[in-house]
């Protein structure tokens, strides 16, 4: 499967974005999806992840309550609303694509084995 995520930009603190990642290739469907960040000169970090059918969601500490992961299935594309953004969000944000869900490592860099070009998300303060 291919991945190509778009909707980062530059947005002050407050603010929102979304960012979609469209998938291309094999069956979207079948995927769990992750979204994942990386900032300047850290690791790659989770973000968010979802089941094929949207039945459970994982979401990393730092965003919940701000950010929202959703997927629709018939477009294949999954989404990451973002919302009270701050400084700290700042990241070229990363959407994953893997068959196998297991509920413990769906947080996992590695537990992913298709990965899109990333998209720069830039919050101002």
């Known amino acids: 499967v291919q991945l190509q995520a778009s909707g980062g930009g530059l947005v002050q603190a407050g603010g929102s974005l979304r960012l979609s990642c469209t998938a291309s290739?094999?069956?979207?469907?079948?995927?769990?999806m992750g979204w994942f960040r990386q900032a300047p000169g850290k690791g790659r970090e989770f973000v968010a992840a979802?089941?094929?059918?949207?039945?459970?969601?994982h979401y990393a500490d730092s965003v919940k309550n701000r950010f929202t992961i959703s997927r629709d299935n018939a477009k294949n594309t999954v989404y990451l609303q973002m919302n009270f953004l701050e400084p700290e969000d700042t990241a070229v944000y990363y959407c994953?694509?893997?068959?196998?869900?297991?509920?413990?490592?769906?947080?996992?860099?590695?537990?992913?084995?298709?990965w899109g070009q990333g998209t720069l998300v830039t919050v101002s303060s």
């Open positions: 994953a694509a893997d068959l196998t869900y297991l509920p413990k490592t769906a947080s996992y860099t590695d537990a992913y084995d298709y």
């Open positions: 290739g094999e069956t979207f469907s079948r995927y769990l």
């Open positions: 979802i089941t094929w059918n949207g039945g459970r969601l």
